[in-house]
T-cell receptor
Framework: DGGITQSPKYLFRKEGQNVTLSCEQN?????MYWYRQDPGQGLRLIYY???????QKGDIAEGYSVSREKKESFPLTVTSAQKNPTAFYLC??????????????FGEGSRLTVL | GQQVMQIPQYQHVQEGEDFTTYCNSSTTLSNIQWYKQRPGGHPVFLIQ?????EVKKQKRLTFQFGEAKKNSSLHITATQTTDVGTYFC??????????????FGEGTQLTVNP
């Protein structure tokens, strides 16, 4: 079935450690996104990519890094520089281009807890 | 930068009552989307509005896009327990440089008492 797969679903990390969250899609979408969701709050954009080998910072990019070497994959690294990394991370993809936004298809999310 | 505000933050209703959530943008939007997130789940797309003054219906759900393309609303008639969840609006800026980026509102969490 086509869709978006995020892994791991749950992750625990010690302070000072980097961690990478995986996001893979087989929908042939050009655009991919990473959002962060905190309890009772909305989705805040971390990074997004409209095409392979290109990505832009969102509203809260500090302490995060991404790469887009393949169309299907958009991994997110939460670095030790992120001061409050405990959150629910959602990856999404769409047919969006520079002038158009298609509907977002979300993965099931990765819940990161820093101990 | 673009901001999207959504009210109310929480809404508790009795089953059968109506429900409305409102979304307001600080800038003109080219389009607005609505999503629903069930408790413990991920957001799922409901609808997209593009035209000024547009109204769309999906069974008991009615979506509106304001004339100025800066506000939107979602109205649910006769709520059911299956309507429980958080409803988000998400807007794309009206400028060419907005690309495919969407800004989400904070969401309205709906609970329905049977």
């Amino acid at each position: 079935d086509g869709g978006i797969t995020q892994s791991p679903k749950y992750l625990f990390r010690k302070e000072g450690q980097n961690v990478t969250l995986s996001c893979e899609q087989n929908l042939n979408h050009d655009a991919m996104y990473w959002y962060r969701q905190d309890p009772g709050q909305g989705l805040r954009l971390i990074y997004y990519s409209q095409i392979v080998n290109d990505f832009q910072k969102g509203d809260i990019a500090e302490g995060y890094s991404v790469s887009r070497e393949k169309k299907e994959s958009f991994p997110l690294t939460v670095t030790s520089a992120q001061k409050n990394p405990t959150a629910f991370y959602l990856c999404a993809s769409s047919t969006g281009t520079r002038r158009h936004t298609g509907e977002l298809f979300f993965g099931e999310g990765s819940r990161l807890t820093v101990l | 930068g673009q901001q999207v505000m959504q009210i109310p933050q929480y809404q508790h209703v009795q089953e059968g009552e109506d429900f409305t959530t409102y979304c307001n943008s600080s800038t003109t939007l080219s389009n607005i989307q609505w999503y629903k997130q069930r408790p413990g789940g991920h957001p799922v797309f409901l609808i997209q509005l593009v035209k000024s003054g547009e109204v769309k219906k999906q069974k008991r759900l009615t979506f509106q896009f304001g004339e100025a393309k800066k506000n939107s609303s979602l109205h649910i008639t006769a709520t059911q327990t299956t309507d429980v969840g958080t409803y988000f609006c998400a807007g794309r800026g009206g400028q060419e440089t907005s690309g495919s980026r969407l800004t989400f509102g904070e969401g309205t969490q709906l609970t329905v008492n049977p």
